[in-house]
T-cell receptor, first 113, second 119 residues
């Protein structure tokens, strides 16, 4: 059981480029989340999903998009990368019933130059 | 809006001793959940302990326990018999509870406390 798998682990982008951060889970949890962690800060919620086909904005959604076509996958899209999006991105999942994230991926370190 | 404050950016403790990490929060909600997460150098986020605000009994998980003071909006974490593997960043987090139970999915995190356990 891999739990939550995030790819890539590291990436450097140029300003204005686009990319997709992948998140896949094999625990069949309905709830999935994307967070970003800036240096010296706690995590902030970008987007979340309560099930396939359902997504909603978190605290800092601007500049990002998500989709949830399957239970397993919850990709995060950056359309026009900006230096302010330099951060570590975490995907998380939680089991049915709305309980809070208990399983996190290892994170993706993204630098925008 | 909720805020979570961790007033100790860094702390250190000797191996086998006890340490307490502080967390205060501000909310107008009456029912909510509180959490402590650990982030070791590996960067992985690990749930340490969870407290439901409508339960008066303080949560415990082996060497980890909390002191939950609802009136004071305080939620401290006590680590007993500290081990070298406890060295990590510790985050306090808050989530409101829905009327139907569960949470509304939106965790608010503090900025973290870096704990170093010295041999």
């Amino acid at each position: 059981n891999a739990g939550v798998t995030q790819t890539p682990k590291f990436r450097i982008l140029k300003i204005g480029q686009s990319m997709t951060l992948q998140c896949t889970q094999d625990m069949n949890h309905n709830y999935m989340y994307w967070y970003r962690q800036d240096p010296g800060m706690g995590l902030k919620l970008i987007y979340y999903s309560v099930g396939a086909g359902i997504t909603d904005k978190g605290e800092v959604p601007n500049g990002y998009n998500v989709s949830r076509s399957t239970t397993e996958d919850f990709p995060l899209r950056l359309e026009l990368a900006a230096p302010s999006q330099t951060s570590v991105y975490f995907c998380a999942i939680s089991r049915n019933g709305g309980r809070q994230p208990q399983h996190f991926g290892d994170g993706t370190r993204l630098s925008i130059l | 809006a909720q805020t979570v404050t961790q007033s100790q950016p860094e702390m250190s403790v000797q191996e086998a001793e006890t340490v307490t990490l502080s967390c205060t929060y501000d909310t107008s909600e009456s029912n909510y959940y509180l959490f402590w997460y650990k982030q070791p150098p590996s960067r992985q986020m690990i749930l340490v302990i969870r407290q439901e605000a409508y339960k008066q009994q303080n949560a415990t998980e082996n060497r980890f326990s909390v002191n939950f003071q609802k009136a004071a909006k305080s939620f401290s974490l006590k680590i007993s018999d500290s081990q070298l593997g406890d060295t990590a960043m510790y985050f306090c987090a808050f989530a409101p509870r829905k009327r139907s139970g569960g949470s509304n999915y939106k965790l608010t995190f503090g900025k973290g406390t870096l704990l170093t356990v010295n041999p």
